[in-house]
């Protein structure tokens, strides 16, 4: 038996280019023909637990860092550096809660919906289970300096694993303006140099591929392959949380599609091992702001096709947007993306999943976010778009009400509070005028503050109805 990351290696999407590469490499698009590529792994040669349920003495041993992290404590399906290479800041200790609120918002039996709330990462968002394993890679191969380009979450986890691991300096690149200000203000407390370009996250995503090529310098957006790998645990997590039972739907939200692409990675690759009997329907959420996922699957009806997409259909779209001056614009700034860097990889993994994609305004993420809210789960917008879509699912009669579904919410409440605030304070009078350009006119959630006079009786009267 080898271990260590001797099985793995790098590998293109495309089946019939067929580039491989060493696991050493640091490439982030295949040298051949240009498209994304995978850590792949010689599964034969690698000692595997028999069955998922062996992974629970690991989640036992909490006192050694690697089990601790709920990334690495299922290094053995991505054992893709040696144990002391790994860099870990705690990752992945994230809990799956069933939400009775979420449950009745979007129509499901209570008990039968299921929230991955993976705010709880030591940078508030799931990037940082992608975060954990580039940082690995990049020791291996001795990066110095790593960027990003961001719409704020992956820039706080990069600062954060920069400045806590003390061997990297980073760099993030964000839209001028674009970014919320609690995940500004992280990359600036950590240390990272901050550069904000006068365009959007489309237009970072550019210049950081140009500069970090220019410059050596190692990037961690999720074209890395290696960030997708400490992402595919999550679905390791939430298999945990159900005592590795498969559950009828996966739902997550849409920005550049890594994430989407990592579940349906994990998923292929369980398959492929025999150690799911079944693979759970996956269904991506994108905001009706920033649809491209939406248009190309459902409108223009591409697909992975076995390795061979309708790469033209896709690139009319991009050219129809450019033309038009299509521009992404929703509250959920995570997912405000043009151009989702993932395209590809979710189209695979919207096949292997038996997936489906779909829309949700605005108004139905923040009214999904305050139903999710009475549950004592806060989460950011472009988490609460995945219980806004499983509810226009269930009334579509694409999911029942009877299926065991998991929402992933994918960052903290505490990230971007400044405007939706505004969803409560409004009250009767409907959300404050801040939220009127995203399309929200109305608050059926609002649990707004009561201020009375300094006096006795005023107090308990506010407080009658409690
Ligand atoms: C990054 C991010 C997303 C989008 O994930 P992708 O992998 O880019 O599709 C969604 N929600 C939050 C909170 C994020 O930070
Ligand atoms: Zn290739």
Redesign the pocket.
């Known amino acids: 038996m080898k271990r260590n990351g001797e099985t793995a290696f790098q590998r293109?999407i495309?089946p019939s280019?067929g580039?491989t590469g060493g696991i050493r490499e640091v490439v982030n698009k295949?040298p051949?023909?240009g498209?994304l590529v995978d850590v792949a792994y010689e599964w034969e040669k690698m000692p595997l637990p028999a069955r998922l349920a062996d992974f629970d003495a690991r989640a036992a041993d909490f006192r050694n860092p690697l089990n601790f992290s709920g990334v690495w404590r299922f290094k053995p399906l991505l054992d893709f550096a040696p144990d002391a290479d790994v860099v870990t800041i705690g990752e992945g200790r994230t809990l799956l809660r069933p939400s009775v609120s979420a449950a009745e918002f979007a129509g499901m039996r209570p008990g039968n919906l299921f929230l991955q709330y993976e705010g709880l990462n030591p940078s508030g968002s799931f990037k940082d289970n992608g975060m954990t394993a580039a940082f690995t890679h990049a020791r291996m191969v001795g990066a110095r300096i790593a960027a990003c380009a961001s719409t704020g979450n992956t820039s706080s986890s990069l600062a954060a694993y920069a400045a806590a691991s003390g061997m990297m300096k980073a760099v993030v690149f964000v839209g001028a303006g674009r970014i919320a200000g609690g995940k500004l203000y992280q990359g600036l407390e950590y240390g990272a140099r901050t550069v904000q370009i006068r365009g959007r996250f489309d237009t970072a995503m550019r210049r950081v591929m140009e500069v970090t090529a220019l410059k050596g310098i190692y990037l961690v957006n999720s074209v890395n392959p290696f960030r997708l790998e400490g992402q595919k645990t999550i679905m390791y997590r939430v298999l945990e949380g159900l005592n590795w039972d498969v559950p009828d739907w996966i739902v997550c939200p849409g920005g550049n599609l890594g994430n989407c692409s990592s579940f349906g990675k994990a998923f292929m690759e369980l398959r492929d091992l025999g150690m799911v009997g079944r693979v759970p329907r996956l269904a991506v959420v994108n905001a009706e702001g920033a649809r491209t996922l939406d248009i190309v699957y459902n409108e223009r009806k591409v697909r992975w096709n076995g390795g061979r997409p309708d790469a033209e259909g896709i690139a009319a779209y991009f050219k129809k947007m450019d033309a038009e001056g299509i521009e992404a614009h929703t509250i959920a700034s995570a997912i405000e993306i043009n151009r989702p860097v993932n395209l590809k990889k979710a189209l695979r993994a919207l096949e292997a999943m038996n997936g489906t994609v779909l829309s949700v305004s605005d108004q139905e993420i923040l009214d999904a976010k305050a139903a999710i809210g009475r549950s004592g789960i806060g989460c950011e917008p472009a988490s609460a778009a995945s219980v806004a879509g499983l509810r226009r699912l269930v009334e579509r009669g694409v999911v029942s009400g009877s299926d065991r579904v998991v929402c992933i919410l994918t960052g903290h409440l505490l990230k971007s509070p400044a405007g939706c605030i505004q969803y409560h304070l409004g009250g009767k009078g409907g959300p404050g005028k801040e939220l009127a350009e995203y399309g929200i006119a109305r608050n059926p959630l609002a649990n707004p503050t009561v201020e009375v006079d300094d006096d006795l009786d005023a107090i308990l009267k506010a407080m009658d109805d409690v």
């Open positions: 293109c495309i280019c580039w295949c051949r023909c498209e």
